[in-house]
Nanobody
Framework: QVQLVESGGGLVQAGGSLRLSCAAS????????MGWFRQAPGKEREFVAT????????DYADSVKGRFTISRDNAKNTVHLQMNSLKPEDTAVYYC?????????????????WGQGTQVTVSS
């Protein structure tokens, strides 16, 4: 069982930055592929970024490439999402997710564990 708790959301002006964190419980964090997803009001939850168990491989949604960076610290059981050059369309609840896998995972239905989410609001 893995429990995930996100933090770091908030209100920021367009062009600004935020760093989201996800703290995971459990001794097997390093065996999990991690992902970030987001859900805007009235829209489906969508993939943002994923990182493999070692942190050596990452993948991003086209809409965030070059602006967002996912990273992990297996010693601290944490995964981060650095978000730069934020746009109003990045406004959403951001969710951290985990799945026991060796590879990258961009499909939300493949993830086993989810956090409660953290709100990110970007004003224009």
């Amino acid at each position: 069982q893995v429990q995930l708790v996100e933090s770091g959301g908030g209100l920021v002006q367009a062009g600004g930055s935020l760093r989201l964190s996800c703290a995971a419980s459990g001794r097997t964090f390093s065996t999990y592929t991690m992902g970030w997803f987001r859900q805007a009001p009235g829209k489906e939850r969508e993939f943002v970024a994923t990182i493999n168990w070692s942190g050596g491989n990452t993948d991003y949604a086209d809409s965030v490439k070059g602006r967002f960076t996912i990273s992990r610290d297996n010693a601290k059981n944490t995964v981060h999402l650095q978000m730069n050059s934020l746009k109003p369309e990045d406004t959403a609840v951001y969710y951290c997710a985990a799945v026991n896998s060796r590879g990258l995972m961009t499909t939300k239905t493949r993830y086993t564990y989810w956090g409660q989410g953290t709100q990110v609001t970007v004003s224009s």
